[in-house]
């Protein structure tokens, strides 16, 4: 599996962005997707995930409701909805997918990673 996220960029705060990660192969619908992110200097850390059919979601404590994620599988895509963004949401954001049904705040969970896309939320 190959993935490719994109859509980051610069918002200001309080503003909205959805990144979407595009999955190469014909398995996509049997993995759990997950998203973290990475801010400079920072270790990665967990944002969220999303079982294969969508039926259950996972969200890191932190966020409060602020982000939302789906899928598409007919599309091989899955999504990253962000609102109420912060100056400390600035981040590379980076998707994965593990060949596990369960939803996992783990990195090692995940069995391939994107190359990630850069938000940056101004204040």
């Known amino acids: 599996v190959q993935l490719q996220a994109y859509g980051g960029g610069l918002v200001q705060a309080g503003g909205s962005l959805r990144l979407s990660c595009a999955a190469s192969g014909r398995t996509f619908g049997s993995y759990t997707m997950g998203w973290f992110r990475q801010a400079p200097g920072k270790e990665r850390e967990f944002v969220g995930s999303?079982?294969?059919?969508?039926?259950?979601?996972y969200y890191a404590d932190f966020l409060k409701g602020r982000f939302t994620i789906s899928r598409d599988n007919a599309k091989n895509t899955v999504y990253l909805q962000m609102n109420s963004l912060k100056p400390e949401d600035t981040a590379v954001y980076y998707c994965a997918a593990a060949s596990k049904e369960r939803n996992s705040r783990s990195p090692s969970w995940y069995d391939y990673w994107g190359q990630g896309t850069l938000v940056t939320v101004s204040s």
């Open positions: 999303i079982t294969w059919n969508g039926g259950y979601t």
